[in-house]
């Protein structure tokens, strides 16, 4: 199997489906929080009375804590650094705030690895579009603060080790989410079109299969047949939202109590129901 962005070859068996990508997109999804966000500072400044005037705070959270953030290490360590007017007034390189957190961390962990290392061997970092919570890009030094920042943002100070940890993690995660990826593909049946959104009341009939999608931001109930699958809904999911759910990026699940079970993509919704009901005697 192969798939990437306008390129998709399938087994001979089962629905097509187009995959719709962004530009650059690796099998890891796009956060729409990160992508939706533009860089730039401006200053700004309000009226407290007459002729007197305040420049609004701009600040930058800049931290270090490996390669990912959900990880615990011992000499981890965050500022919130707020610009100097200065900085808002000339354009002033990503060097000087990479300055402004090592004076910081070196004072706190003065023998840590990252504050005896090398000015070449680190530098600062911001979240990139993927949905993988620790996977980030590299700032250039030569940036310009207001340029490639926004207010409030969240910055990371990365060395040359955490990134070789962060691409270590990152091959491994996209063959897991490839694998899966071409496993829904295998299992899909059905074109989108078999699944109908119910938006009247008239389209509900005793005796006719029904689910309720709930999750990220809405919730829909669809009429489906017995013999569709996971895989079905998944592309089916994809088709109705394009780049904004990529198909790898979505996982169907039934809520258990206080938890999701995941569905193998090649059951059919007569086997959902049949596990379902089964659970419930």
Same mark, same amino acid.
């Given at each position: 199997l192969?798939?990437?962005?306008g390129?998709?070859?399938?087994?001979?068996?089962?629905?097509?489906?187009?995959?719709?990508?962004?530009?650059?997109?690796t099998?890891?999804?796009?956060?729409?929080?990160?992508?939706?966000q533009?860089?730039?500072i401006?200053?700004?400044?309000?009226q407290?009375?007459?002729?007197?005037?305040?420049?609004l705070?701009?600040k930058l959270?800049?931290?270090?804590?490996?390669?990912?953030?959900s990880?615990p290490?011992?000499?981890?360590l965050? %500022?919130?650094?707020?610009?100097?007017?200065? +900085?808002l007034?000339? /354009?002033?390189p990503?060097?000087? =705030? @990479? #300055?402004?957190f090592?004076k910081?961390?070196?004072?706190?962990?003065?023998?840590?690895r990252?504050?005896?290392?090398?000015?070449?061997?680190?530098g600062?970092?911001?979240?990139?579009?993927?949905?993988?919570?620790?996977?980030k890009?590299?700032?250039?030094?030569d940036?310009?603060?207001?340029?490639?920042?926004?207010?409030?943002?969240? %910055?990371?100070?990365?060395?040359?080790?955490? +990134?070789?940890e962060? /691409?270590?993690?990152?091959?491994? =995660? @996209? #063959?897991v989410?490839?694998?899966?990826?071409?496993?829904?593909m295998r299992?899909?049946?059905h074109?989108p079109?078999?699944?109908t959104?119910v938006?009247?009341?008239r389209?509900?009939?005793?005796?006719?299969?029904?689910?309720?999608?709930?999750?990220?931001?809405?919730?829909?109930?669809?009429?489906?047949?017995p013999?569709l699958?996971?895989?079905?809904?998944?592309?089916?999911?994809?088709?109705?939202?394009?780049?904004?759910m990529?198909?790898?990026?979505v996982?169907?699940?039934?809520?258990?109590?206080?938890?999701?079970?995941i569905?193998?993509?090649?059951l059919t919704?007569?086997?959902v129901?049949e596990?379902?009901?089964?659970?419930?005697?």
């Amino acid at each position: 199997l192969e798939f990437g962005p306008g390129h998709t070859r399938m087994p001979k068996k089962g629905f097509v489906v187009p995959l719709q990508y962004r530009e650059g997109s690796t099998y890891t999804g796009v956060d729409e929080s990160a992508a939706g966000q533009r860089p730039g500072i401006t200053k700004q400044t309000v009226q407290l009375s007459y002729g007197v005037y305040k420049t609004l705070e701009v600040k930058l959270s800049v931290e270090y804590c490996g390669y990912d953030q959900s990880r615990p290490i011992n000499e981890k360590l965050k %500022v919130n650094i707020v610009l100097p007017e200065k +900085w808002l007034d000339n /354009e002033t390189p990503v060097s000087e =705030l @990479r #300055k402004a957190f090592i004076k910081a961390y070196r004072k706190k962990f003065p023998a840590a690895r990252l504050a005896t290392a090398d000015a070449a061997a680190w530098g600062l970092a911001i979240k990139d579009e993927s949905m993988l919570v620790f996977s980030k890009k590299k700032v250039s030094d030569d940036a310009i603060v207001t340029k490639v920042f926004y207010d409030r943002q969240e %910055v990371w100070a990365m060395a040359e080790w955490d +990134w070789a940890e962060s /691409e270590a993690e990152l091959k491994r =995660l @996209r #063959k897991v989410i490839v694998d899966d990826l071409a496993h829904t593909m295998r299992h899909i049946r059905h074109g989108p079109d078999c699944i109908t959104p119910v938006t009247s009341r008239r389209q509900l009939v005793p005796g006719q299969s029904y689910i309720v999608l709930a999750g990220w931001y809405k919730q829909q109930c669809c009429i489906v047949a017995p013999e569709l699958t996971v895989s079905d809904v998944k592309a089916y999911l994809h088709h109705k939202n394009g780049v904004r759910m990529p198909l790898e990026a979505v996982d169907i699940g039934i809520r258990r109590e206080n938890t999701v079970k995941i569905l193998d993509s090649k059951l059919t919704m007569q086997q959902v129901f049949e596990m379902q009901r089964c659970r419930s005697r």
